[in-house]
C-alpha cells in the first residue's frame, strides 16, 4: 500500500493541508481580528463626539441611528475573524500531531519492512540448509516487531489508514465552520462571493466613482484593462455593475466569463418574457419552440403586426424583427440546456438586437477561463443565433471528442456566433468576413486575459465562409498572436491576398483544414480567396471524407455539413479533437493526414493545361473514429 | 419632524473626519482576508477557505465604504451648517444695515 495523499518523504506522506501553511493563514486572521477590534472601538469613541456635535435635530437622529448600525455590522467582523482563526488553528494541531505520528510510522515501516520481506523472500518451504539463515532473518523481524511495537507492515499500514481518517475527520470540522461563517454572511439567495452587508450597507460607488477608483477617467477600451478594473472591484460592487447595466457588462471582453454569463442570462430571460408579453398583450399564446411559429394563424400574424408573406426572414417590419429575436432567445435558451448542465454551458455574449435581430451570441461548453484546452468555432455562411442549435451541436460534438482525446485536462468549446454572417445573396463578397473577423480576433484575445493560467491552448476552428472570416482575421488584425493553431473546414478560401501558411503568419504546423472532397463549397467557389487545402498552401490537411458523402460529382450541399459528424464518429471530428488538445502532431500515427489538393499540368499535342487533382475523391471514406 | 437644533459645527466635522479615517484600517482588514489562500493538497480546506474569503472580504469592503460614506457625509453636513450659518449671518448683518441699526 502507498496512500498517494499530500507530500512528505518516507513510505507513507502526509496526508492535508501543510499545517505552517494553515499556521500562516491563523495568525493573518488573528492581526486581522485585531484590527476589525481596534476600528471597532475606535468607532465606538466617535460616536458620543458625534451625539454631542449633534444633539438635537432630524439629520443628527438619523445619522446616530445610522452610526449605531454600521458599528453593530462592524462589531461582526472580530469574532468571525475569531472563529475562522480558531477552527484554522485547532485544524493545523491536528495535522501537526498527524504528521508527527506519520513520522513515526515511517521510522517503523523503515526497520520491520525489510526484515519482513527478508523472511518472505525464504517462501513457505524452507531448505534444511537455509533454516539457519531462515532462523537468523526470523529473529531480526521478532526483533525488529519488539523495537517498532507493531506486529506486522500490515498493521502499520492499518495505523496510517487511521491517521488519514483523523485528518478527513479535522479537515470536516474545519471546512464546516469555514462554510458557516460564509453563510452567515452570506447574501440569502445571492451568488457565490455575495455578502449581505453588501446589499445593506450604503456607500456602494457608482461606475463612474468605481472606475475613477481604479484609476480610468472613462471605461477601459482594452480587455486587459478591463481586467484590471474587474479585479479592483468587491464581489458586491461587481454584481451591483452586472445589474444596473447586464447587456453592457455581459458583452465587454475582460469580463469573467461566469460574470458575463450572469448578466447575459440575466439579459436573455428578460428578453423573453419581454417577448412573451407581447404575444399575450396581443391575445396570442407565446411560442415555447421555435416551431410555433409556424402555426400562426393569419388572423394572429395581423394581430402580432406582423407581414403576411410566410415568414419572417424580410425582417421589414419591427414586429418581424421582434419576431427573430423571440426565435433568438428560445434558440439560445435550449442551446445553453444542450449538455443537461455537463458540462456546464456559459452565456459568454448575446445580444439579440444586432444585425437586424439576427443577434450576436457566444455559448461555451466548459468554461474557459479555467480550460487547458480551448476551441472557438465559427460558422459561415447563414448562419445567426436563431440557428444557435446547429452551431452549438457542432461545438458540443467538438466537445465531446475532445475530452475523450485528453480527458485529463479540462476543454471548453465555444459557439461563437460573433458575427453578422452573410446570406447566399452575399457571400461572393469579404465586407461580412472583414468586419467579423475584428470581432473574432478580439474575443480570442480575449480569452487569454480572463483566463486562470494565462496560457490556455486555443484552437479557432472555422468553417465554411467562417474560414474567410478567420482568414482575414489571421491577416489582418493579429488573431495568430492569441491561438496556437487554426481549423478551417469546408473553406471556400482564406479571403484577403493569403497564399500560403506564412502570409495567414502561422507556421506550417499551426494550420489544419478539413476539406471534403466532393463539399461543394470547397470545390466551386473562387471569389473567396486561396483554398487551403492545396499542398502549395502548406497546412496540414486531414481527412475529412464521410461514409454517407453523396455520390458523383464534387459539388454536393450536404458534405458541406458533415464535418462535426459525430453520428458516424467522422474523419474529421476525431481528426479536429486532436488538433483542439494540442495533439496535431498525432495526426499522421493516427492515419488522419489526408493528401493535399494540387493542380497537375497536362501536356499534350494540342498545348499544355492544368487540371485540379484531388487525391480524396478517390479514397473510401472510413468511420467509426473515437479516442 | 422635529424643529430643535443643537449643531456644534467644529465637533461634527472632526466626529466625520474621525469616522472616514477609519476607513484605511478596514480596507487592509479587507486585504488580509482577501490574501488567504492555501497551496494544493488532495484533503484540503481551499474550498470552504474561499468561500469564507469571499464572503468576509467582500463584508469587510461593505464595512469600509460604509464608514466612507458615513463619515464624508457627517463632515459634509458640519460644513453645511457652517456655510448657512454664515450665509444666515451676513443677510442679517445686511438687514440691520438697511434698518439702520
Not at chain 1, 341 to 366: C, K, N, Q, V, W
Request: proline share 4%.
Amino acid at each position: 500500500m502507498r496512500p498517494d495523499e499530500g507530500g512528505g518523504s518516507g513510505h507513507y506522506t502526509y496526508p492535508g493541508d501543510d499545517p505552517s501553511a494553515v499556521a500562516g493563514l491563523v495568525s493573518t486572521l488573528q492581526t486581522q481580528t485585531k484590527a476589525a477590534e481596534s476600528v471597532s472601538e475606535r468607532l465606538s469613541g466617535a460616536l458620543p463626539q458625534l451625539r454631542s456635535a449633534w444633539a438635537q435635530g432630524n439629520a443628527g437622529d438619523t445619522a446616530y441611528d445610522h452610526a449605531g448600525r454600521v458599528r453593530t455590522f462592524l462589531a461582526d467582523l472580530p469574532p468571525g475573524l475569531a472563529s475562522a482563526a480558531a477552527a484554522l488553528d485547532s485544524y493545523r494541531a491536528d495535522l501537526t500531531r498527524a504528521r508527527t505520528t506519520i513520522t513515526d510510522l515511517n521510522h517503523a515501516y523503515a526497520v520491520l519492512a525489510p526484515a519482513e520481506r527478508r523472511v518472505a523472500a525464504f517462501g513457505d518451504w524452507i531448505e534444511p540448509r537455509e533454516e539457519v539463515a531462515y532462523d537468523r532473518a526470523h529473529s531480526d523481524y521478532l526483533a525488529a516487531r519488539s523495537q517498532v511495537g507493531y506486529g506486522s507492515v500490515a498493521d502499520i499500514d492499518t495505523a496510517y489508514r487511521a491517521v488519514v481518517g483523523r485528518v478527513r475527520g479535522a479537515r470536516d470540522e474545519c471546512a464546516a465552520v469555514l462554510a458557516g461563517l460564509a453563510r452567515q454572511q452570506a447574501l440569502p439567495g445571492g451568488r457565490a462571493g455575495l455578502s449581505r452587508l453588501g446589499g445593506e450597507l450604503p456607500g456602494m460607488l457608482t461606475k463612474e466613482e468605481l472606475l475613477r477608483r481604479a484609476g480610468f477617467s472613462s471605461m477601459p477600451t482594452s480587455a486587459a484593462d478591463v481586467k484590471r478594473f474587474w479585479d479592483s472591484l468587491s464581489p458586491s460592487e461587481r454584481q451591483s455593475l452586472l445589474a444596473a447595466e447586464p447587456k453592457l457588462w455581459g458583452n465587454t471582453n475582460g469580463v469573467p466569463v461566469i460574470d458575463r454569463d450572469w448578466a447575459n442570462q440575466t439579459v436573455l430571460d428578460s428578453d423573453l418574457a419581454r417577448y412573451r408579453q407581447y404575444f399575450i398583450d396581443r391575445g396570442v399564446t407565446p411560442p415555447d419552440s421555435i416551431d410555433d411559429f409556424d402555426n400562426l394563424t393569419i388572423e394572429e400574424r395581423r394581430r402580432l403586426g406582423l407581414d403576411n408573406h410566410g415568414y419572417y426572414i424580410d425582417l421589414d417590419t419591427a414586429a418581424d424583427e421582434l419576431m427573430e429575436q423571440y426565435k433568438d432567445a428560445l434558440k439560445t435558451k435550449a442551446t445553453l440546456s444542450m449538455g443537461h448542465g455537463t458540462p456546464p454551458t456559459f452565456l459568454m455574449a448575446y445580444d439579440a438586437t444586432l444585425y437586424h435581430g439576427e443577434g450576436r451570441a457566444a455559448i461555451a461548453f466548459g468554461n474557459p477561463d479555467t480550460a487547458t484546452n480551448i476551441a472557438v468555432c465559427v460558422p459561415g455562411l447563414e448562419s445567426r443565433v436563431s440557428k444557435m442549435d446547429q452551431i452549438g451541436g457542432d461545438a458540443y460534438a467538438l466537445y465531446r471528442e475532445s475530452l475523450a482525446a485528453d480527458p485529463t485536462h479540462q476543454t471548453a468549446v465555444i459557439a461563437w456566433q460573433g458575427y453578422d454572417a452573410p446570406e447566399f445573396s452575399n457571400v461572393m463578397f469579404q465586407d461580412h468576413a472583414d468586419a467579423g473577423a475584428r470581432l473574432l480576433a478580439a474575443d480570442v484575445a480575449a480569452l487569454g486575459v480572463t483566463h486562470g493560467a494565462g496560457s490556455p491552448n486555443v484552437t479557432v476552428v472555422a468553417h465554411s465562409y467562417g474560414s474567410t472570416t478567420a482568414g482575414l482575421a489571421l491577416q489582418r488584425y493579429g488573431l495568430a498572436d492569441s491561438v496556437n493553431q487554426v481549423v478551417l473546414i469546408g473553406s471556400p478560401g482564406v479571403g484577403g491576398e493569403a497564399h500560403s501558411v506564412t502570409d495567414l503568419h502561422l507556421r506550417d504546423d499551426q494550420l489544419y483544414v478539413g476539406s471534403a472532397s466532393r463539399d461543394v463549397v470547397t470545390t466551386t467557389y473562387g471569389q473567396l480567396g486561396s483554398d487551403p487545402s492545396y499542398d502549395s498552401f502548406g497546412g496540414t490537411r486531414f481527412k475529412a471524407e464521410n461514409v454517407n458523402r453523396d455520390f458523383g460529382f464534387p459539388w454536393q450541399f450536404d458534405d458541406h455539413s458533415r464535418y462535426y459528424d459525430d453520428g458516424t464518429h467522422s474523419e474529421s471530428l476525431y481528426a479536429m479533437a486532436d488538433v483542439v488538445t494540442g495533439q496535431g502532431d498525432q495526426l499522421d500515427d493516427h492515419g488522419m493526414v489526408a493528401e493535399g489538393r494540387r493542380t497537375d499540368t497536362i501536356t499534350s499535342y494540342r498545348g499544355s493545361y492544368s487540371i485540379d487533382v484531388d487525391p480524396e475523391n478517390s479514397r473510401t471514406p472510413t468511420a467509426g473514429h473515437q479516442h | 419632524m422635529r424643529d430643535d437644533y443643537e449643531v456644534s459645527t467644529g465637533v461634527l466635522s472632526a466626529a466625520g473626519a474621525a469616522i472616514t479615517a477609519l476607513t484605511p484600517s478596514v480596507a487592509a482588514v479587507e486585504s488580509g482576508i482577501k490574501t488567504q489562500r492555501l497551496p494544493g493538497a488532495e484533503i484540503t480546506v481551499a474550498a470552504e477557505l474561499g468561500l469564507f474569503r469571499d464572503v468576509w472580504s467582500d463584508a469587510t469592503h461593505a464595512v469600509g465604504n460604509a464608514l466612507d460614506y458615513f463619515g464624508r457625509a457627517v463632515s459634509d453636513a458640519a460644513t453645511a451648517y457652517r456655510v448657512t450659518d454664515e450665509v444666515a449671518a451676513v443677510r442679517f448683518q445686511r438687514m440691520q444695515e438697511r434698518l439702520g441699526g
